[in-house]
């Protein structure tokens, strides 16, 4: 499985960017999905994930309400809508997908098998 993240960028705040994580190879093995990110300096922190059907979803605290977590049935692509960025969301932001199903989504990133290269979101002030 390999998952390619992209989307990232630079933008003022207050501005919005897209993230998109497309899954290619045996996607069948990959369940939940989700995105995490990393400061400078910083740990890994979980940000939004879905599971396989889009159904079940989670957001972290500073994500909820700015931030929102897609995938469109049929397709291996998961999409990350972040609105009213803030300076502080500058990270490289990871996609990552677990190789089996949970009753809620992980967010400890040590729990995803997968994970893409990650893409940088620098928003200024």
């Known amino acids: 499985v390999q998952l390619q993240a992209s989307g990232g960028g630079l933008v003022q705040a207050g501005g919005s960017l897209r993230l998109s994580c497309a899954a290619s190879?045996?996607?069948?093995?990959?369940?939940?999905m989700t995105w995490f990110r990393q400061a400078p300096g910083k740990s890994r922190e979980f940000v939004a994930g879905?599971?396989?059907?889009?159904?079940?979803?989670d957001y972290s605290d500073f994500a909820r309400g700015r931030f929102t977590v897609s995938r469109v049935n049929g397709e291996n692509t998961v999409h990350l809508q972040m609105n009213s960025l803030r300076p502080e969301d500058t990270a490289v932001y990871y996609c990552?997908?677990?190789?089996?199903?949970?009753?809620?989504?992980?967010?400890?990133?040590?729990?995803?098998?997968?994970w893409g290269q990650g893409t940088l979101v620098t928003v200024s002030s």
């Open positions: 990552a997908g677990t190789c089996r199903p949970y009753g809620v989504i992980p967010v400890t990133h040590t729990t995803y098998h997968y």
């Open positions: 879905l599971n396989r059907s889009g159904v079940r979803k």
């Open positions: 190879g045996r996607t069948s093995s990959v369940y939940m």
